[in-house]
């Protein structure tokens, strides 16, 4: 492919970023929004949402993908089969928790995931439960442990940190809110209740 081919396609794959960006922002206001408000919040043409995506599913569907990869990617970079597991497990999870701050509205959608997304879902469930086998083997979790239910209760942990309202006590309204905005913060509670418990957290 010359560089003017490189180039268009650069060009594509930049307008369908800023559509779909555009699409969750919009949609997480107005679940009903038409594609040209979404075209009017990416700054493009209506014909060119209609260019790139068939139909309003089409959009969802491009959504969800992106979102997966993008966990995925964040998970990725936490080093998840190298990097000591206590630290890749804490980095992939606030990694998580940024990406999914971001796409609140497409995954949490009460719909049944499009073929290629639950492709990308289950190279992530893959990276994960690799991260806790991992974790066992070193120590960090006891060698009895059951790693199917481990694994489903840091994904149930993991979405009600990143998903989940929590609510702001009266007497310490702001220290609850920097916690509920903080990945890290948020990232060393939810392992922290997964190894110890709630009995094992500090105000």
Request: some cysteine; overall charge negative.
């Amino acid at each position: 492919m010359g560089t003017t081919g490189r180039r268009l396609r650069a060009d594509a794959e930049r307008s369908i970023r800023a559509i779909v960006v555009a699409a969750e922002e919009v949609f997480s206001r107005n679940p009903a929004a038409t594609m040209e408000q979404i075209a009017e919040e990416a700054g493009v043409a209506r014909t060119t949402i209609h260019r790139r995506f068939a139909s309003r599913e089409a959009l969802l569907e491009a959504m969800e993908v992106t979102a997966w990869q993008e966990i995925g990617d964040a998970i990725d970079a936490a080093r998840p089969y190298t990097a000591p597991p206590q630290v890749a497990l804490h980095e992939a999870t606030a990694n998580v928790l940024r990406i999914k701050f971001g796409w609140r509205f497409t995954l949490t959608r009460p719909v049944p995931l499009s073929e290629q997304a639950r492709t990308i879902q289950a190279e992530v469930m893959a990276k994960c439960a690799a991260a806790f086998t991992r974790a066992r083997e070193s120590g960090m979790l006891p060698s009895t442990t059951d790693l199917s239910w481990t694994q489903r209760a840091y994904l149930a942990l993991l979405s009600e940190a990143a998903h989940g309202s929590t609510g702001q006590p009266e007497s310490n309204p702001g220290k609850d809110q920097e916690t509920s905005d903080d990945p890290d913060l948020l990232a060393a509670r939810v392992l922290g209740t997964l190894l110890h418990g709630v009995t094992g957290l500090r105000d």
